[in-house]
């Protein structure tokens, strides 16, 4: 390890190098964030296992091409990201007028009391399970360029520069886009505020 690199882009140098257990580590320190920025674009628990997963498997195999390791965190969760918007989108045109897949939507997201969630001010938080199920259905009426920019910055905490990179937009999109959403979500929601 260089003198004054952080443990993590030591991870990083040694898994690009072909270190395996190095890059299972960097797999164990992720692995919740992408699991939850996957099931929060996917909503099903089951996909967003397994497109963290093929994830995971793509950032190995193109690990070699990322130049700046200490922006792995950030590159990994567009990788995510990206596999996710691509897995919905399919998924969609799969499944169009399936009313199997809505009704199983949210399934796995009722199971605790409380849940985390993102707020019409755009600030995550616990929520009991009626607002859950109502900002849950509210997030899902969105236009997809809004939800999505909401999600990836407000409650995921990616920064807007990434958020523009993952959605293929400028920065003062995303800054609109999260702007709309939330005056939407305050509107769709004022009843339970």
């Known amino acids: 390890m260089v003198v004054g690199q952080s443990p993590e882009v030591d991870l990083v140098c040694r898994a690009r190098d072909g270190d395996a257990e190095a890059f299972g580590d960097l797999v164990r320190i992720y692995h919740k964030r992408a699991v939850s920025l996957a099931f929060r674009l996917l909503g099903n628990s089951a996909d967003a296992a397994d497109v963290s997963q093929d994830a995971f498997l793509r950032a190995f195999c193109s690990l070699p091409q990322l130049e700046d390791a200490s922006r792995f965190g950030g590159w990994l969760m567009r990788v995510v990201a ?35 969630n993102v707020s019409a001010s755009g600030e995550a938080e616990a929520l009991p399970d009626e607002l859950h199920d109502a900002v849950s259905a509210a997030l899902e009426r969105l236009p997809e360029g809004q939800r999505l920019s909401l999600i990836l910055f407000s409650v995921e905490g990616v920064p807007q520069r990434e958020v523009a990179d993952i959605l293929e937009c400028s920065v003062e999109l995303v800054k609109w886009n999260v702007f709309q959403a939330r005056k939407k979500l305050a509107a769709m929601l004022k009843d339970h505020l």
């Not at 799969?94 to 796995?108: K, M």
């Open 82 to 116: 990206n596999l996710s918007l691509n897995y919905r989108r399919s998924r969609a045109s799969r499944s169009a007028g399936s009313l199997d897949d809505g009704s199983e939507l949210w399934a796995d997201a009722r199971r605790p009391a409380t849940r985390r």
